[in-house]
């Protein structure tokens, strides 16, 4: 169903005459205003024609109306609609993508209303481009939102996504200071913002809400600044970070998602990221520890993931809706006890640390495991839990040696897992 944020529509005609007038202050003696609309009076009748038409640095002013058609642009233009989006439709006349910006720079989009991009097509695909601006649009029903391939320094602002049929923002390949700010997406078909093999972008002040599975789903990118966002009811992660180190993550407010918070990795690169108190999973600050020692994490942790660290405790805490409710990784010499672990994918999981000790947890209703224990060897004590009614397995021991099981209680899980 078709998901829109009314309220912002009467916004944008403002917004366009402000950047008109920019435009008009700042241009050079030579651009020139192409005007496109029906009936007399304008330049042109449709947007491709005053495309072709227009040489780098001109405007198009798009009046209102609905447009069927293709824009393919190959050189710096400014395409911003007259009166805003709510009055403004530009519908894909083939099922392709509805704007195609291609090897150029400095093109900017503004104040449409985009739909109809068929199976892989985006409502806007920005492909070798870079320093264009894609403001103030309502982009819905096509197959990505915005799509960012090769393209580095652009602003995506202000933008409203919904019902798209794969992301709602997707990067592949596209670093060096791409800015996501101010956009809202939601009803997606996959994530609402991807990003694949892009790092040192930033996303700032988001709203992401009730897609199908990530909110902010990062692979296989370094480097990234994640800020300000809110992240609700999605229904996999919040935030995933997949195999990207180095990102730095403040004041994200992630709550009602299926798992609020993923990190994975093979190493230990992967899980050194900078996150601060200020994020915070259903209204309670997300413990992210590297290099800590001799600590205890406070009661009011609503997380916990603690890296590369050494005597640590974990104590008298209830956790939920995380991917883990406590990840010790690359961890040791360290004690979680008297923790309750619910509604995790796993309630308590240990990746290459050693030396631990779990006591007195009750790990209940997790999607997964209980307690997951990976690549962890060398005397780890699991003692006096109760482990019931996990999804899958109450507990896993993988690839780890020199367990210690005592007086553990299993019942109602799917798989005993033992």
């Not at 496109?36 to 002013?61: F, K």
């Not at 791409?178 to 913002?193: A, F, K, P, Q, W």
Request: with cysteine; glycine share 8%.
């Amino acid at each position: 169903m078709q998901k829109i944020v009314p309220h912002l529509w009467f916004q944008i005609p403002k917004y366009i005459v402000l950047l008109l007038i920019l435009l008009l202050c700042t241009g050079t003696a030579t651009a020139s205003i192409y005007t496109v609309g029906t009936g007399s009076g304008y330049n042109y009748t449709t947007i491709n024609a005053a495309v072709y038409n227009a040489s780098p640095g001109d405007t198009i002013l798009v009046s209102d109306g609905t447009y069927t058609e293709n824009i393919n642009i190959s050189k710096p233009l400014t395409v911003i609609s007259e009166n805003g989006l709510a009055t403004t439709v530009i519908n894909s006349s083939s099922g392709n993508d509805v704007f195609y910006i291609d090897n150029t720079s400095h093109v900017t989009i503004s104040g449409f209303n985009i739909t109809g991009a068929g199976d892989g097509m985006a409502g806007i695909y920005l492909a070798s481009v870079y320093s264009c601006n894609i403001s103030g649009n309502l982009i819905y029903n096509n197959y990505f939102g915005i799509y960012l391939e090769n393209s580095t320094d652009n602003i995506l602002t202000g933008n409203i996504i919904n019902s798209s049929g794969w992301d709602g923002i997707s990067l592949y390949s596209s670093s060096e200071n791409n800015t996501m700010i101010d956009n809202i997406i939601s009803y997606t078909g996959c994530d609402g913002i991807y990003l694949d093999y892009s790092g040192n972008n930033t996303l700032t002040n988001n709203t992401i809400i009730d897609n199908p599975e990530s909110g902010i789903d990062i692979y296989n990118s370094i480097n990234n600044n994640i800020n300000s966002n809110t992240i609700t009811n999605n229904s996999l992660c919040g935030i995933f970070l997949d195999f990207s180190g180095n990102s730095t993550l403040t004041g994200n407010l992630m709550s009602l998602n299926d798992y609020n918070f993923r990190v994975n990795g093979s190493e230990l690169a992967n899980f050194l990221n900078d996150i601060d108190l200020t994020n915070l999973v259903n209204g309670e600050p997300l413990y992210y520890w590297i290099d800590h020692s001799d600590e205890q994490v406070p009661s009011d942790a609503g997380l916990v993931c603690v890296i590369n660290s050494t005597n640590i405790t974990v104590r008298d805490i209830e956790l939920t809706q995380g991917y883990a409710g406590v990840l010790f990784a690359y961890t040791d010499n360290s004690i979680i006890y008297n923790v309750t672990a619910s509604e995790n994918y796993y309630g308590v999981h240990l990746f290459s640390s050693s030396f631990n000790t779990i006591d007195n947890i009750t790990a209940n209703n997790n999607t997964q495991q209980g307690i997951c224990i990976t690549s962890s060897s060398n005397d780890i004590s699991i003692a006096n839990n109760i482990i019931r009614s996990n999804g899958v397995l109450g507990m896993s021991i993988s690839y780890s040696d020199n367990s210690t099981l005592v007086n553990n209680t299993l019942s109602s899980n799917f798989s005993l897992g033992l």
